[in-house]
């Protein structure tokens, strides 16, 4: 049905599974984002993949953000299609095909790629010199996964970047330094994520020092925005999944500003037993996650409602544990649950819908989900 039928209906009244938004809570968390950044000299430039919709980094942008910044070049695509200009693709673009792609979207917006590799940039170059364009590149500082070292190799790589004559080197970026998602408490990962950030502040003082202009330093993301930005020499923080909070970045130390805007609707659908109660929504409605540690698995949270507890996720049931519930769960009832991992749970649903005050306001569809290439 088109929103215009389906407007200022209840929430509850929706089929399920549906991915909702608390949109008085998303606009909060993107308010909060933005003032924070008012008052330090990085600039945001929020991460798309974790709403992958351009209404929402359109929100951002007004808010103020100095641009997005994507995984994909289909999400690229989809962002430059309406309207975005300023668009940092953080991955390596790679094949002869994505390469045509990406230097024509590169005619129609401001967009910069992730290079960490010489066969890879002159490629790029080659590709942007038939299309008689220069292609903004920014080089990635390895954090543990791609990436050139930082150091001595990036700025032999960068020396080689700045010959290729269809190419405009535009700086560095890195995402992960140290991995600081892992330790709940805020001190530890200020800790961590510092130290492991020295190189990659260092790299970009070499190749300025080499006669290389440094325009850009990106990192960081939700876990560290607030460290990220406050260390002299980044330019701007990739945060992406404050927009709508998970459970795995809800239980670090410091991020409480923001809060849950996103839950999946779901319905009772069987009360085999006393202290079980199954669901509509299983794993492809909803995503566990590994664990800030990548060892304990962190499992959806059922919303304001006491003693029942998600513990199990099969294809297409969730299955509730029973303990002292605080309301009597009947076949037909419906719960909200609270992702533990929201970029991914988002990929699995072709739209939002918008609620406010408990109604539902409007419908988006997610138009960058399942671009994989």
């Known amino acids: 049905m088109e929103l215009m039928q389906l407007e200022g209906l209840d929430k509850y009244e929706l089929d399920t599974p549906a991915l909702l938004i608390d949109l008085d809570v998303m606009e909060r968390n993107i308010s909060v984002m933005a003032d924070y950044f008012k008052g330090v000299k990085a600039g945001l430039r929020p991460h798309i993949k974790t709403h992958k919709t ?29 309207g975005i200009r300023d668009i940092l693709i953080a991955n390596q673009i790679v094949g002869a095909c994505k390469i045509r792609r990406l230097v024509n979207l590169a005619k129609h917006a401001n967009v910069i790629v992730g290079v960490d590799n010489l066969k890879n940039a002159k490629s790029l170059s080659s590709a942007a010199l038939e299309k008689g364009i220069k292609l903004n590149v920014a080089m990635e500082i390895t954090m543990g996964r791609c990436g050139v070292e930082a150091g001595k190799p990036a700025l032999a790589l960068a020396k080689e970047i700045v010959k290729c004559e269809g190419l405009r080197f535009r700086g560095i970026w890195e995402h992960g330094a140290g991995w600081p998602d892992q330790y709940t408490k805020f001190e530890d990962r200020k800790r961590v994520h510092t130290e492991a950030l020295k190189p990659f502040i260092e790299t970009k003082d070499m190749l300025e020092d080499a006669g290389i202009d440094v325009e850009i330093v990106s990192g960081g993301y939700t876990a560290t925005y607030n460290i990220t930005a406050e260390i002299p020499g980044i330019t701007e923080v ?25 839950t999946v609707l779901t319905t009772v659908i069987s009360r085999p037993a006393r202290d079980r109660a199954i669901t509509d929504a299983g794993l492809k409605a909803v995503t566990p996650e590994s664990g800030t540690n990548y060892s304990n698995l962190i499992l959806p949270q059922v919303k304001d409602a006491e003693g029942i507890e998600l513990h199990l996720l099969s294809e297409e049931h969730g299955w509730l544990r029973l303990k002292n519930p605080s309301r009597n769960l009947e076949v037909g009832d419906k719960l909200e649950l609270i992702p533990s991992h929201c970029c991914t749970t988002v990929n699995l649903h072709d739209r939002f819908y918008g609620i406010r005050d408990g109604k539902l306001e409007t419908i988006w569809d997610i138009l960058a989900r399942g671009k994989v290439t």
């Open 54 to 82: 351009p209404i929402i980094a359109h929100k951002q942008l007004q808010a103020g953000a100095m641009g997005i910044t994507c995984q994909k070049l289909g999400e690229a695509e989809v962002m430059a299609t309406a």
């Open 238 to 262: 990739q945060p992406g999944s404050y927009v709508f909070m998970d459970r795995a970045y809800k239980a670090l130390e410091g991020l409480g500003p923001f809060d849950y805007a996103l």
